[in-house]
Every structure is written in C-alpha cells, then in structure tokens.
C-alpha cells in the first residue's frame, strides 16, 4: 500500500478514536467547567454505559442474526439512548453521593478528586462483581463493522468508523447548541462564569450541576455503547480512554467545550498517524511509543500555551 | 415553579432520605456476597444479590438508618453524656475481636476465627472449664451474652447517671477482659501453637475501654462529653501516666502469661522458660534474668516510672528513662543468649539466634520503652512548665492549652514502641506486608506529602521517580543491561546518594518547564511523566532491560570495620532498616514544615500571587517540592528494588500513582503523621480484608470506605493544623474557594 494511502487511513482511524475521546473529554470538560474539578469518575460513567447498552441491545439483537438496515438503525438508536440514559444516571448519581455531600461541607478541592477516585475504584469494582471481570466481552453482532462503506483510491472508511464519526458529531453539534442556544446552557455558562453571581440572578446551582452532571454522563455513556459496539467492554474498559479523555479535554483548555472537542480529535489523529506519518521513517516512531509522543505532544502545546488550545473558560468559548 | 408549603418540603426531604437508605441498603445488597455473572448470564449475581428473603435483611438495614437519622437527634442528650462514645467504641471493638479477627493462627480450626475456634473449643472436653464457658459451653451465644449485658449495664449507668451502676459495669468489664485474654491463652496452650493472633488481645482491650468509660462516667459530673478535653486533662494530670499504665497491661502479659520461649509445640512463659534453661551452660546472667532479674527489673522500672509521673520527680524521671532503655536492651540481649543457645545444640530445629521466641520477650521489652516514654514525657512537661492540676473546674476547656504536645508526643511513643516490637510478634506473611506494602508506601506519602499537601502541587506521576530510583539502584549495582564502569558498582545502600541525586536531577527536569502550569494542567503533564517514564523502562530493551525487568539485585550490605550488617533472609531485617530510613526522613521533614522553605510552600499554595508580590521566588520553591518529593521517593525506590531483588516496570504503573494520592489525602493533606496513617491504613487494610471478604473485592470496599471517608471527613484521618484552605488555591482566593459554589442556593 502507498505510504499515503496508509496514512490517510491512519488519519481516518484517528478520527475515529478522536470522536470518541472528544465525546469523554465533553463529559470532563462540562464538569469542570462548573465545578473547577476533574471529575475522576467519569471514565466508570463511560463503562457502565456500555453495560448498560449491552443488557438491552442483547435483548433485542441475537449474535449473527442479520436485521434489515432499519432495523440495525433502530438497535443503534436504541443502544445510544440506553447507554446514555444509563451514563446520565450514574453521573447523577455521582454527583449526589460523591460531590454534592463534599460542597456541602466546603471540603478542600484535593477531597472531590479522592471520593471520586474512591466511587471510581468502586463502581468499576461493583461492575466486575455483578456482570464479571472478563476482559472480552462483545456487543452481539448485527451487522458487517468491516465493511467498507466509502472506498476511494485505498482509503477506506469500514461501517464502524462511520457509525462512531457521524453519531459522535450529531451528539456534539447537539450540545453545541444546547449549551449556546438554551435556556439550561444558559444557565451552565452562567454558572461556570461566576458561580455566586449567577447564583444572585437567580440561577438554581445545584440544580445546573446537578443536570451538568446528567449531559455529560449521557455523551459519556453514549460513547461506552460506540466503544463497546467497536471493540470490547469490561469493568476496567473506561481508565485508559478516560485518561486520554482527560488529556484531550486538557489539551483543547479544560472547561472549553469546542477546546474538547478539538484535543479528543487532536490527540485521536496523533496517536494514530504520528507512527505512520509520510515524513516519519518506518520503524523510527514503533508503534509502542505513541502514548509517549501523544504525551510529548500535551506536554509541548502546554508549555507554549499553559491554559490549552483554546484556553479554559466554558462561559467565554460556547 | 410552583410554590410548596413548608409541610410539603419537608415531606418529601423525608421521603426522599427514607428513599436513599432503602437505596443505601440495595446497594449494600449488591456489595455482599461472592457471585459473579458470566458472559453468557450477565444477570445472574444480580438475581441472586436482590431475588429472595436476603434483600429484606439489606433493605432492613437501610429502614434502620433511616430511623437512626430521623429519630437519632432526640437521643443526642444521652448520647453526649461523658463515656458513651467510649463505651461504643470499646464495645465495637469486642465485636471486631468476635466477628473479624483471628484468635488463632493454627491450622486446626480453619479460619482461625472466633466463632469456629469456639464451637471447637466450647465442645473440648479436658479443655479448660472457665475457657469453655467463655466460649459458651453452656450456650453458644454466651459470649456474644456477655457482651451485651456488659454494655447494657454501662449504658444504663451511663444515662442513668447512676454511680453504682458505673462501677459495677466497670467490674464486670475488667473481668470479661481479663476473661478473654485468659480464655485466649488457654487455647494457645491447649493446641500447642506459638499463636500470633490478635483476636483474644483486642477483645481484652476492648472491654478495658468499657471499663475505663464506665469508670469515667461514674466520676464525672459533667452533663456533656469532652472526650479531647478529657484526654488532655488525663495527660495534663500526671505526665506520662498514660503510658505507664499502657505499660503495665502490656508487660503484666508479657511477663506472666505470654510464650517467651515456643520450640516445637512448646509454649513456655518467662518462668517455665528459666526452668527450662536451668542447667544447661546458660550464662549466669541470663539465668539470673530468667530466674528472677526480669522480674526485678520489670517491677522496678514501672514502680520507678509511677512513682516519677506521679511526683512529678525529675530525677525519678531520668532515672527511669534509663532504667527503662537499660532493661529492654538487657531483655533483648538475653533473649539473645538463650535463643542462641538452643540454635548451638540444634533444639528443635532452631536455625540461630532469634529463632523460636513467642510474644513475651517482645510485649516486655514494649511495656519497658513504655515506662522509659513516660518518663520521658514527665521529664519534657517539666522543663517546659507545663505540669497542670488536676481540677474540674477545668473540664475540657482551659486545658487545652495546659498540656500542648503532651498528646501528640505520647501518640508517636506508643507508635514507635509499636513499630519497635510488635512486627517481630507478627507472623511472617505480616512482617512481609509491612515491608513491602504499608513501610514503603508510608515513606512515599511521606514524600509526596511534600508536593501536594504543602506546596500544593497535584502530581500524578510520583511513582515515575520511584522508578527511577529502583532503576538506579539496578544500574549502580550492575543488573541492567548497560554497566556502570567497574569502579562504580555499588551496595544498593551506598546507591541512596545516587538515587537522590538521579531523583533530584529528575524532579527539576520535570519541574522546570511545567511549573508555570497550574492545578489540574500539571496534573494530567505529571501524569503523562509517569506514563513516559513507565513506557521507556518497558521498551527501552537495551537499557532497562524491557519488560522482563531488572532481577538479582543484591540486598543490602554494610561492612565498616567491626560492623558487618546483613539483610535478606528475614523481612524483620528490611522492616528496621526502613524504620531508621523513615525516622530520619521524618525527623528532617518535620524540620523542613516550619522552616523559611515550608513556610514559603504554604504561601505559595494559598496564593501564589500574593506569595510572589511577599517576595517569594515562587519557581525556586516549587521546584524545590517537586526535587524533595522526588528524592524521597527516590529512596523508597532504592530500598525496593534492594528488599524484592527483582521488578518489572509493572510494579510502576500509573494507578500506582493515583493510590499514592489517596493515600495522602485520605490522611489528611499537609500532615506528616496523617500521610502516613492514611498510606499504613489503606495498604493495610488490603491485607487485612483478605480474610473478610473475597479476593476479588476488596478493591470495592476500599473504594466504598475512602468514598464515605471523603463525604464524612473530607480533611482527612489526621488533618493538618495549619491548612485551612485547599490544594491549589492559588487560582482564587483561599476563602471564596470553599465557598465558589455553595450548595442549595439558587431557586
């Protein structure tokens, strides 16, 4: 195959994966942006999606059955929708028990970062006890992933990839309005502005958190069943996406929805392309030093611009 | 929105906490029990979790929480009375002894817990009658009785405000207590097993805590409990009496009735151990000792000791001091010559000198440091005049400042006696877990404490240079694929400079370009140094040797003259080398927290920018954090590689990391004993819960225990005195930031 061509597939694997880390980096970057915290347990909000996904999706698809195209989408809506109502309610849930309980007594911001770990070490922890701690485990198959639905010259886009892309733009054009054109975006961006002030305008806090908590978990937990449906899931499936996630959210200028958006799909094309960039010898950059350059790369961006691409201020970006 | 009445909120503020017990108590359900799904039945440990009769017990629990938060408040003037918490806790305590720990360790009763050992023991017979009834040869649930009726009787006289009843409950505790040790003696008798189980020891200990609480509600007369004022006042009263009176428990143990001796199946005590030696070539000394000089000088040194705390006598108080450390070093030293001994004629299969001891040469020694310790707190309380009067018109209040330092230097005695003598006592699996979990985690703690609880640095990288250090110590002792130049290969002892130097170096080369980050960007920067760091030791073949890891490296070696100091074959060596690496960190820490530098640290966490305007060199400083922290870890990381001899870049991976941060926080930011009881705490616990419930859980408990930890006492086990303000507060002002979003506000 043309080095090109190889690339330009890489590029299109990166696009995908990025999808995916910007539809998680959302999940962060929301929560920050109110909060001024990382919400660690977001990366179990993106497991249980997909164990969520799955307990329905697998009532409705049997494994190589064969649906018509309609009915694929249908399971496909479907398994977005659970995921993602799954998702938002482990994320309200969180936000209850691990947040809510700590704001209250004005505890130190180091605190939400441990009891988020803690819910974390536990909810995937509860996950692998209740369904099991295979690291195998697949969504049925309804369809061909592999097929290639657009081929030009070579460079191929599979069913998959496809699915994963265009569903992880609609979710994010989605919030994109949501969060500019709405009344509750209003009032998250009125909260991640001046939390007190808007708290003086009338804007009910703990309620914006509250839904803050459920938009993210939903785009997380969508993101599980996209995950789940493309490769696998498990109990420990969400940390190292999640901390990918959280590094892309970091490198876009956490609190910035567009800045997420823009490092998940960033730091999906340089992990993908940088091994296999036209310009890189072959076997200079082996495979397993990406997550090195996609480190390095972080590293750079943030020495020459300290608060992220398109720097922090969820207010000020959306 | 529609308005609600009053009524109405309220109603539904109630049902909503019934809604969240009953959904506490689900969740409970779900946690119990060992059933796992499989791929093809995803549902089944669910089903079986919530189906049937057991979901009413969890759902149960979760009504009676309820019912505690609705109708607990209506109990609060009796809760508050002066022992009751107290009483709770010793009662808590017995029930620990009675559900979770071991009362022996031989392999006869199967978990070597207390309900099975007692239906064993219970249907002995030839077994001894008054330990069988403890066990309840009379009815099974006699000891479970006992308890309750103990602490029913204290509480009654508790609430009651009933003096006689006080002191009968005291009595019937001190009995059970002394009931329970003697029972747990008998049984290690009765199997011929050197037992190191806890379970008859803590039981012991609790019911003297009803005891005590019982006889401090008897004597009180205040309506309200002050529990801190009240141990202040206790320590304040006569300095050094506390640890004294620990002592006397402790010893009268170790003297009387504990194994100083256990070849074989043989559990001889301090006096069946001299009958045992006599005759058999034992220096006279040492005879003496077994004979009759232990006594002497246990009995001596404690009556010096009260008499010193209780006069408030200085020379009595040096005296003691002396008296005390000469003895446990006489103690250590015979135990010593007869250990030795028997290995020379190959008694029992004794390999050497140490061999074979029981827990009695041990609990004495500790019971003598004890005494030593008290004295030396009279000694301290004196030359800072500082003795208060014992008076109840100080109750709980003024003497706060009566008696500063007098708690926390009687806490870190009785630690370090503890760290002294009671890992020996400990079985060989826990002397292991004490080396190469709780030891170097707590000394990581220590060091990452620098980083994030006082220069209010997030790291999440920190185990890369503990790596580092590990990787060093390969490298200067010639176990990697590169080799240092021949001249240079070193004991891994001799390689702690290198290490820190390397770590040092390392900390700054992170540091430098970073540091103009803030909070949660230097975050996810230093977590992505640990990656790296972990990536290039698994990858990079040539020189780290890849994935398979650095093998063989030597344990440590000192050889200076007449010293020649061996480590590797027993993890009791490694403990008391790491004890002295961790003392002498914290001795210099403990300098470091008041100092220019640590002041400038606080600074600069609590606001940056007004430390900067102060004329602090805030870049300096940080990186000074991050290099300090780094070198720390950087010795732990010499003193792992050298104590498990082999590792592999696994043992570096990033929720290592992530852990060492918790750790930190969960004991409480900022607080050198805190780091460190958060790390023993929760690299112990692991460990301990391996024995409560499946293998495969425990990471769920730990994470459910640091969850409720942080809602319930966010600032930690230990909280620092001095922080007030939280990590990174530099972004805003200390003040607003707890305040930034405040909860319920709004329409």
Redesign the interface.
């Known amino acids: 195959m043309h080095p090109v061509q190889e690339f330009l597939n890489f590029l299109i694997l990166g696009l995908t994966r990025g999808s995916l880390y910007a539809l998680i980096a959302l999940g962060y970057t929301l929560v920050y942006g109110v909060l001024q915290l990382i919400n660690f347990a977001h990366s179990e909000v993106f497991m249980s999606g997909a164990f969520g996904s799955y307990l329905v999706v697998n009532i409705f698809v049997d494994d190589g059955s064969r649906p018509p195209w309609y009915g694929v989408l249908a399971i496909l809506i479907l398994g977005l929708a659970s995921g993602g109502l799954v998702g938002a309610a482990v994320a309200w849930t969180l936000e209850r028990v691990a947040y809510r309980p700590l704001r209250r007594r004005g505890a130190p911001k180091l605190a939400f970062l441990i009891s988020a770990i803690g819910a974390s070490f536990f909810l995937s922890q509860l996950a692998g006890k209740m369904f099991n701690r295979l690291n195998n485990n697949n969504f049925p198959t309804y369809f061909n992933q592999n097929k290639h639905v657009i081929d030009i010259g070579g460079v191929y886009v599979t069913t998959i990839q496809a699915i994963i892309m265009v569903s992880a733009l609609l979710m994010m054009l989605f919030l994109d309005s949501l969060v500019s054109r709405t009344k509750l975006g209003r009032s998250i961006r009125a909260v991640a502005e001046d939390a007190p002030t808007a708290a003086l305008m009338g804007v009910n806090i703990d309620k914006t958190i509250s839904r803050t908590f459920v938009i993210g978990g939903a785009l997380g937990g969508a993101a599980g069943f996209l995950y789940g449906s493309a490769l696998f899931f498990s109990n420990t499936m969400g940390f190292i996406p999640g901390v990918k996630a959280f590094a892309a959210a970091v490198l876009g200028g956490i609190g910035n929805i567009r800045g997420a958006m823009l490092g998940g799909l960033l730091l999906g094309i340089v992990e993908a392309t940088l091994p296999t960039a036209p310009w890189v010898k072959p076997g200079w950059i082996g495979i397993q030093w990406t997550d090195v350059v996609a480190f390095l790369v972080l590293v750079l961006v943030l020495v020459v611009r300290p608060t992220g691409i398109l720097g922090e201020r969820l207010g000020r970006a959306a | 929105m529609k308005r609600r009445s009053i009524e109405d909120e309220a109603r539904i503020a109630n049902l909503k906490l019934l809604l969240s017990c009953l959904a506490g108590g689900f969740?409970l359900a779900?946690?119990v029990g060992n059933?796992?799904?499989?791929?093809r039945d995803?549902?089944y440990?669910?089903r079986e979790?919530i189906f049937g009769p057991r979901i009413i017990l969890f759902l149960g629990i979760g009504v009676l929480l309820y019912l505690a938060i609705t109708f607990g408040p209506r109990f609060r003037p009796y809760l508050t009375r002066p022992g009751l918490r107290p009483l709770g806790a010793g009662a808590l305590t017995v029930v620990v002894s009675f559900t979770l720990l071991k009362w022996t360790d031989s392999p006869q009763i199967n978990t070597g817990k207390f309900r099975p050992l007692a239906d064993a023991a219970s249907a002995t017979d030839g077994f001894d009658s008054l330990a069988r009834f403890f066990f309840g040869s009379a009815t099974s649930v006699f000891p479970w009785l006992l308890l309750i009726v103990v602490t029913v009787i204290a509480a009654v006289g508790m609430i009651r405000r009933s003096v006689p009843i006080a002191y009968t409950a005291a009595g019937l505790a001190l009995l059970s207590g002394i009931w329970a040790e003697y029972t747990s003696s008998r049984i290690s008798d009765f199997l011929n097993y050197p037992s190191h189980a806890t379970g008859g020891a803590v039981a012991m200990l609790g019911f003297f805590t009803i005891a005590v609480a019982s006889v401090v509600s008897a004597r009180s007369q205040a309506e309200v409990a002050d529990t801190d004022g009240f141990i202040d006042k206790i320590l304040a009263w006569r300095p050094g009496m506390a640890l004294v009176a620990l002592g006397v428990i402790v010893g009268l143990v170790g003297v009387f009735n504990a194994t100083w001796f256990s070849p074989g199946d043989r559990n001889a005590n301090l006096s069946l151990t001299g009958t045992m030696f006599n005759g058999t070539g034992l220096g006279g000394f040492s005879a003496a000792y077994l004979g009759w000089l232990g006594y002497v000088l246990f009995f001596g040194t404690l009556v010096v000791a009260a008499a010193a705390s209780y006069l408030r006598h200085r020379v009595l108080a040096y005296v003691a001091v002396v008296l005390g450390i000469a003895s446990t070093l006489i103690t250590l030293i015979v135990v010593h010559d007869f250990t030795g001994l028997a290995a020379q004629s190959k008694f029992d299969g004794a390999q050497g000198a140490w061999d074979n001891l029981g827990t009695g040469a041990w609990l004495t020694s500790a019971a003598l440091s004890l005494f030593a310790g008290g004295g030396y707190l009279v000694i301290k309380a004196l030359s800072s005049g500082q003795v208060a009067v014992f008076d109840s018109d100080h109750v709980g209040t003024g003497m706060r400042r009566a008696a500063p330092g007098q708690l926390g230097a009687a806490t870190l005695l009785i630690v370090l006696v503890a760290a002294l003598f009671f890992p020996p006592t400990a079985t060989e699996f826990w002397q292991t877990v004490l080396v190469s979990e709780i030891g170097i985690y707590v000394l990581l703690a220590v060091g990452l404490n620098v980083v994030?609880g006082w220069a209010g640095l997030?790291d999440l990288g920190f185990i890369a240079f503990y790596a580092i250090g590990s990787y060093t110590t390969a490298y200067f002792t010639g176990r990697l694929p590169v080799q240092p130049p021949d001249w240079l290969v070193l004991s891994p002892l001799a390689a702690i400079p290198f290490a820190v130097a390397v770590c040092l170096i390392a900390g700054v080369a992170l540091g430098f370009?970073?540091l103009?980050?803030?909070g949660?960007?230097l975050?996810?920067?230093t977590?992505?140094?640990g990656?790296?760091i972990r990536?290039?030791a698994?990858?990079a073949n040539g020189f780290t040797n890849g994935p398979r890891g650095a093998f063989n490296i030597p344990a440590p070696h000192i050889h200076i003259g007449p010293i020649d100091l061996k480590w590797g074959e027993s993890a009791l060596g490694f403990w008391y080398l790491l004890l002295v690496l961790i003392a002498i960190i914290v001795l210099l820490f403990n300098r470091l927290e008041h100092s220019r530098l640590g002041r400038a640290w606080a600074a600069v966490r609590e606001d940056e920018v007004a430390a900067q305007a102060t004329g602090i060199n805030t870049t300096r400083v940080k990186l000074l954090a991050f290099a300090i922290g780094a070198s720390t870890s950087g010795v732990a990381g010499v003193f792992f590689a050298s104590q498990v001899g082999s590792f592999t870049p696994e043992n570096f991976v990033?929720?290592n990391s992530?852990l060492v941060?918790?750790y930190v926080?969960?004991g409480g930011?900022g607080s050198l004993p805190g780091a460190m009881a958060g790390a023993a705490v929760l690299t112990w616990l692991p460990e301990f819960l391996k024995d409560q419930v499946p293998a495969?859980?425990r990471?769920?408990w730990?994470?459910?225990?640091?969850?409720?930890?942080?809602?319930f006492r966010?600032?930690?086990l230990i909280p620092a005195r001095r922080?007030k303000?939280?990590?990174?507060?530099f972004?805003h002002p200390a003040s607003a930031?707890?305040?930034?979003?405040?909860?319920?506000?709004?329409?």
């Open positions: 969740v779900l946690m059933q796992e799904g499989t791929q995803f549902g440990a669910f979790a994030v997030l370009p970073t103009r980050l803030r949660d960007y975050a996810i920067v977590l992505g140094f990656e790296i990536v290039i698994n990858n990033l929720n992530i941060v918790a926080v969960f930011m495969e859980d990471q769920m730990i994470g459910a225990l640091i969850l409720v930890m942080m809602i966010p600032a930690g922080r303000a939280e990590l990174s507060g972004d930031e707890s305040t930034a979003v405040p909860a319920g506000e709004g329409m």
